[in-house]
């Protein structure tokens, strides 16, 4: 019954597995024809011939409306983007948590649920003020704009706060007895123990980042400062052109989910 049970699971996730691999596999092997030739024939499901022309032209080809940016550029800036937002996320809220957990601040569970709370205040509700903050500090078309607004993450404050709580009182003891002081029991000690959720927190802000879409598009007014998502919405070409666009998009958030994948699963289950 065991081997019965066993077998049904591994069917069942594999059924999941090839479920969610095959459209992309479909867009992937679309995207190495011809325009003409899925026109004609649909969607393929087998490899073109056309994989380098269609693929170098997407990515060197100047697109948009005024035709100022490549889809190279848009993976860059992107990347610039999420990159950002993921490392600032993680150290603002590394040192927020720290500082409501070991510093005996007077209503620090008050001050902490004013950040949580923010969490109900979505971007579009504070976008405009956000925006005139940007413009008088001439931040516009550049990546700081970009990155700095939506830096500051409640939720990953809370992750860190939750693990903080968890560790033991007597580390702290044991840290001061060693001669060390506040900064470094933060960096000697906790960083190093939080590396784990400080994986698992970086993936969900670099994805969160890249998929932004309504900011990126308030806050540019020039090209050069397009992001994928935006280009995904206006790029103009052949179909075969935009499959391979969706598909070269996918690549970074998937390279970083497995470059830290081993760390982002003992993050999840750490406290399991």
Do not use: C
């Not at 309504?214 to 070409?237: A, C, F």
């Amino acid at each position: 019954m065991n081997r019965i049970t066993f077998s049904l699971n591994h069917l069942i996730l594999i059924f999941g597995l090839l479920l969610m691999i095959a459209p992309v596999w479909i867009i992937f092997a679309s995207s190495t024809h011809t325009s003409l030739f899925i026109n004609t024939n649909g969607l393929q499901f087998l490899l073109g011939d056309n994989f380098i022309d269609n693929y170098s032209s997407v990515l060197f080809k100047t697109s948009g409306f005024f035709q100022e940016i490549t889809a190279l550029k848009m993976f860059f800036n992107s990347f610039i983007m999420a990159t950002g937002i993921a490392t600032l996320s993680v150290a603002t809220s590394l040192m927020a948590a720290y500082g409501l957990v070991y510093y005996r601040v007077k209503y620090s569970s008050f001050i902490f649920w004013l950040i949580f709370i923010t969490l109900l205040v979505p971007l579009e509700l504070r976008i405009m003020p956000t925006y005139e903050i940007m413009s008088n500090l001439n931040l516009l078309n550049s990546y700081m704009g970009l990155i700095l607004p939506i830096s500051a993450s409640a939720i990953a404050t809370f992750f860190f706060r939750q693990f903080y709580k968890s560790v033991p009182d007597e580390l702290l003891e044991s840290a001061k007895l060693d001669g060390a002081n506040s900064w470094k029991f933060f960096i000697d000690f906790l960083v190093p123990l939080s590396k784990t959720m400080i994986a698992a927190v970086f993936i969900f802000m670099f994805v969160f980042g890249y998929n932004q879409y309504l900011w990126p598009l308030i806050m540019t007014t020039t090209e050069q400062y397009w992001t994928v998502v935006m280009g995904l919405k206006t790029m103009y070409g052949s179909i075969s052109h935009r499959f391979a666009f969706v598909i070269m998009s996918m690549i970074p958030p998937v390279l970083i989910i497995i470059f830290l994948q081993r760390w982002f699963i003992q993050g999840i289950f750490q406290d399991k």
